[in-house]
């Protein structure tokens, strides 16, 4: 499975962005796909989380409210709309999946995609 990220960029504060995350290779709509992001200084840390079925969803204290996770399984594509931006969003977003909702929530996942930086400007 080759995960492909897009849509980041620089916004402002209140801003909004939409990433993208392609699956491609050996893909399958069983697979639980997740958001991470890694601040510079800052560990990897946890953002979004959504079922197979698109039925589950799950997120950080930190965006909840604000960041909406779906996904498209015909397309193999799964989104994160990012509302009302804060500084503190700012980060390296990544791309992952897994077969298991536990583990990839807790970050252990099968496969990762290369990342796509979003800025917010204050």
């Known amino acids: 499975v080759q995960l492909q990220a897009s849509g980041g960029g620089l916004v402002q504060a209140g801003g909004s962005l939409r990433l993208s995350c392609a699956a491609s290779?050996?893909?399958?709509?069983?697979?639980?796909m997740g958001w991470f992001r890694q601040a510079p200084g800052k560990e990897r840390e946890f953002v979004a989380a959504?079922?197979?079925?698109?039925?589950?969803?799950y997120y950080a204290d930190s965006v909840k409210g604000r960041f909406t996770i779906s996904r498209d399984n015909a397309n193999d594509t799964v989104y994160l709309q990012m509302n009302s931006l804060k500084p503190e969003d700012t980060a390296v977003y990544y791309c992952?999946?897994?077969?298991?909702?536990?583990?990839?929530?807790?970050?252990?996942?099968?496969?990762w995609g290369q990342g796509t930086q979003v800025t917010v400007s204050s």
């Open positions: 992952a999946t897994g077969t298991r909702w536990r583990t990839v929530v807790a970050g252990t996942c099968d496969y």
């Open positions: 290779g050996r893909t399958s709509s069983s697979y639980v």
């Open positions: 959504i079922s197979w079925s698109g039925g589950s969803t």
